[in-house]
């Protein structure tokens, strides 16, 4: 599974800068805008790892460590700040900020204080799948979005675990129906689409985002 990184910084440019490094090395990154959001974010989807900024619209990156630390959320956090004063340091790490890091800096600079907070061998549960506010529970066949339950049938489970194990990857329809159906399926090859509909009703209730997608030509794929 990707580690899981959520940025609250409200400066577009520099979010999407940032956002498009840290996937480049690897990460699952959520981007939030605002206070509020972040912290409500933070609180929902159990990121690996927080990156907020101090100045933030609604409530400052500051608040929104105070607030998780107060309900006793442990996730790592690295502050960044447009100011290098001992006083804001001293505030940002008495908020519950795990690290600083002063604006404009070096993406690497970044990198390394993120490698140097997450667990070197984070302990993962193969039976748990998930890709963005989508989870999928192998074991106890249990599936939501967000706060949300997902009441699949038992072929809906199978052909959505089948995407989370290959996220962003564009799936034939034959490799779908032979990994989900069985290569002896001797159906109607619509069957997919049944299906495919099927799961966007599910997943997309409640104005959540798509994340099935079709590829004209080629098969459906699992993405933002």
Known sequence: MMTHILLVEDEVKLAQFI?????????????VHDGLGGLQ???????????VDWMLPGISGL???????????????????????????????????????????????????????LPTNPQQDPNILQFEDLKLNRYSR????????????????????????????VLTRDRILEAVWGYDF????????????????????HNHKRLLHTVRGAGYVLRA
């Open 186 to 205: 001797m159906g109607d090859s619509n069957i997919i689409e049944v299906y495919i509909r099927y799961l966007r009703i599910k997943l997309e209730a």
């Open 63 to 117: 608040e929104v460590c105070r607030r998780l630390r107060t309900t006793g959320d442990a996730v790592p956090i690295i502050l960044l700040t447009a100011t290098d004063e001992i006083s804001d340091r001293v505030a940002g790490l008495d908020a519950g900020a795990d690290d600083y890091v002063v604006k404009p800096f070096r993406i690497e600079d970044l990198l390394a204080r993120i490698k140097a907070h």
């Open 41 to 51: 974010a933070a609180r929902e989807q159990s990121p690996d790892l927080l990156i």
């Open 142 to 169: 249990e599936v939501s979005r967000g706060d949300r339950k997902i009441e699949l049938t038992a072929t809906e489970f199978d052909l959505l675990e089948y995407f989370l194990l290959h996220p962003r990857q």
């Open 19 to 31: 956002e498009l490094e840290l996937s480049g090395e690897g990460y699952q990154v959520k981007v």
